[in-house]
């Protein structure tokens, strides 16, 4: 006999400790043990089913057990499950690293490995900074970063993020960043356009270059999309100007992929949308296609070339990490990009992103939603207590897990970051699963804002 829910979630409590997760509300929130999971649904012990509308965390590309994924991880799994990359290489490393180099914009010709996001983004910080060391510039040591911006959780990235939620506690322990505000295009004045907002925002960007690139090594953004920071959006003119002002004050620029990379925001790549090439692109996360831990740090071959010397001058990179290009993940992440090569996927996103902007426009309307945003196969509802002044509820409140409630009763796994409902699917969603899932979010968002 198979277990139930209710015996594997004792079990779990008795032992796990959960990411992210204040532990005590699992007395009276059930946790759900998977069962298994199929293309956009993923069941439970007891048989119920949840679609995913987050692609568990914005991994999943194809859904969850892609036959086309799961052969070639399995061919993988007869030939290599690992070996290390230092003094070893092997095949599908070296493939996806060529293939990372043709498909990532102009001029990011090295592949770094590492195995998860903020592992990614602690390698391009310190190979930024060790750059400008071996290069004859030790002054430089700091990073530039975006309000509201998200990096990952290790001491570093934390640093180089802004959201007060996972920062604020550790902050005696981080190194101390320059803040730009965000061009969050939901601050925007009445009446402006998202370009002309993006384009104000980037004064202070410029003066903080101007007062500070003697001592910045890097500026770090996400492209487009803050994700974690709420889903707040901005224009790419933002990014073009960027990299401009880089360029001027000899800073370099990272952008953060890790969850925009892979067409999640229309282009395979956000800064396409820009035309940029970043000195550093970090991703992870639907690199491979959402199944295994995997993360590179993309850069130029000017870069690797400030590193390269006789052992003797100590200028190496000796950054590393035991599952470093582990060939399962690496082989996964090949099986992925073949479907990008072989579908017109970006083609039928465009189609499935209109759908799901078309399923939820009347919420715009709503008195509790502030904004419906939409970036390609990103789409955010933003609650409000009041929305001429779009004041936030409280957020004490929780009105977003109340909407992650009503979901999970009714088939649908969203979770609202704050009073933020957004739906990030696999790309495979189908018109009758979008239509669900826009229903169950109205609905749950009906239910949250109706009670006091
Ligand atoms: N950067 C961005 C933009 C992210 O969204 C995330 C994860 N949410 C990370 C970095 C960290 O990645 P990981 O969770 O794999 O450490």
Same mark, same amino acid.
């Given at each position: 006999m198979p277990p139930t829910n209710q015996e594997l979630l004792q079990r779990d409590l008795a032992t796990l400790w959960h990411p992210c997760t204040q532990m005590k509300d699992h007395e009276w929130l059930p946790l759900i043990p998977i069962r298994r999971g199929e293309g956009v649904w993923l069941e439970d012990f007891d048989g119920n089913r949840y679609l995913d509308a987050i692609s568990s965390w914005w991994v999943n590309l194809f859904g969850h057990a892609n036959p086309r994924i799961n052969q070639a991880v399995k061919e993988q799994l007869d030939r290599l499950e690992h070996v290390l990359l230092a003094g070893f290489s092997h095949q599908p490393a070296i493939e996806l690293a060529e293939r990372l180099v043709r498909l990532t =914009? !102009? #001029?990011?010709d090295r592949c770094f490995y590492v195995d998860n996001g903020s592992s990614a983004v602690e390698a391009s910080l310190k190979m930024s900074y060790h750059y400008w060391r071996n290069t #004859?510039? =030790?002054?430089? +040591?700091k990073f530039i970063t975006l309000s509201n911006s998200y990096h990952g959780e290790t001491l570093g990235a934390l640093a180089v993020g802004d959201v007060a939620l996972y920062k604020e506690t550790y902050r005696p322990l981080l190194m101390q960043a320059i803040t730009a505000p965000s061009p969050?295009?939901?601050?925007? !004045?009445? #009446? !402006?356009?998202w370009e002309a907002h993006s384009r104000r925002r980037f004064e202070d960007m410029e003066r903080l270059l101007e007062n500070h690139a003697e001592e910045v090594c890097a500026v770090i953004v996400e492209p487009l999309v803050q994700c974690a920071g709420y889903m707040r959006m901005y224009h790419p003119v933002y990014l073009s100007l960027l990299r401009k002002a880089c360029d001027r004050h000899g800073v370099h620029l990272i952008a953060d992929e890790i969850a925009v990379g892979f067409g999640r925001t229309g282009t395979l790549f956000a800064c396409e949308q820009a035309a940029i090439s970043p000195d550093f692109m970090c991703l992870s996360k639907g690199l491979t296609g959402g199944y295994l831990p995997l993360s590179a740090v993309m850069t130029r071959e000017t870069i690797y070339q400030a590193f390269y010397?006789?052992?003797?001058?100590? +200028?190496?990179?000796l950054h590393s990490h035991s599952y470093t290009g582990n060939p399962l993940a690496c082989r996964a992440a090949l099986a992925s990009l073949d479907i990008f090569a072989h579908e017109p996927i970006l083609e039928n996103n465009r189609t499935t992103a209109a759908h799901m902007g078309q399923a939820v426009a009347h919420m715009a309307d709503h008195p509790h939603v502030g904004e419906v945003r939409q970036t390609g196969m990103i789409l955010a509802i933003e609650l409000v207590q009041d929305k001429a002044s779009k004041t936030p509820y409280p957020?004490?409140?929780?009105r977003g897990l109340r909407v992650y409630q009503y979901g999970l009763q009714n088939q649908v796994l969203l979770r609202p970051l704050g009073n933020v409902v957004y739906f990030m699917p696999p790309?495979?969603? +189908?018109p009758e699963e979008i239509e669900l899932m826009a229903r169950v979010a109205c609905e749950g968002i009906e239910q949250a804002c109706s009670t006091p």
């Open positions: =914009p !102009e #001029g990011l #004859g510039h =030790p002054r430089k +040591t969050d295009c939901y601050l925007r !004045e009445a #009446g !402006e356009s010397d006789d052992y003797q001058n100590l +200028t190496a990179f957020w004490q409140q929780r790309y495979i969603i +189908t």
